[in-house]
């Protein structure tokens, strides 16, 4: 009885977390942003790029009987561009986030489960009855913001074929999310969003503690150190 009554009041702060983030438009869905369009559409490009970039493979092109046909590497060949960008199309690969709503900015789009459906999927998994409005089925489906970000990543990679071929061809040596999104897509005071990344595991305060614990167990050794005058180096 105590594991039910506390995993309600689990649910009770999750939910109450998810609806008081959704609040910030009328209808609980906070569209995204240009900026985190052109980020996601770009790495998932950059990713996909990535995979092939090393490799060795040439590509013939020309007729089976021509004895003239043309030999390129397959990393600078307009093969490989088409098929990081179609196969399957690079937007569709914006269905594999979610939104994570504890998180801000655009770290909200991220892959995998949130914290909130994690915790409500354990609950389900221990026998808790949860009502959410919607059937259990759909509740990993892809959110509105994620099929609008879908659906803008569309529009962007659309309008920009030109400026994304002539990267490809010509300035590969170039970050791509800096030379297409902050130097093409996004004006300066709306470029912020690029700079988002996830914390590093070790934080500060982890580091400054190991680092003062290294310290001290140097100066207990410090008469038998290896540095010069028998002085432990540091």
Known sequence: ??????????????????????????????EPTLCEVCKFMATELQTRLDETGKSKE?????HGLDSKKKRKKYHVSELRLIEALNEPHICDKILEYNVHKEKKGSLRFAKGRSETMTALHGLVDKGVKVELGMPYEMWDKPSAEVTQMQRKCFNLVEKYEEEIEDWYFNHQDKNFMNYFCKNMVLSPDNNACLNESPELPNTSKESAENTKSKRESNKLKGDHGNGPNGKTEL
């Open 58 to 62: 040439v590509i013939e092109t020309g």
């Open 1 to 30: 009885m105590t594991a039910v009554f506390l995993a309600t009041i689990f649910l009770f702060i999750f939910v109450a977390r998810t609806h008081c983030s959704s609040q910030e438009t009328d209808d609980g869905v906070q």
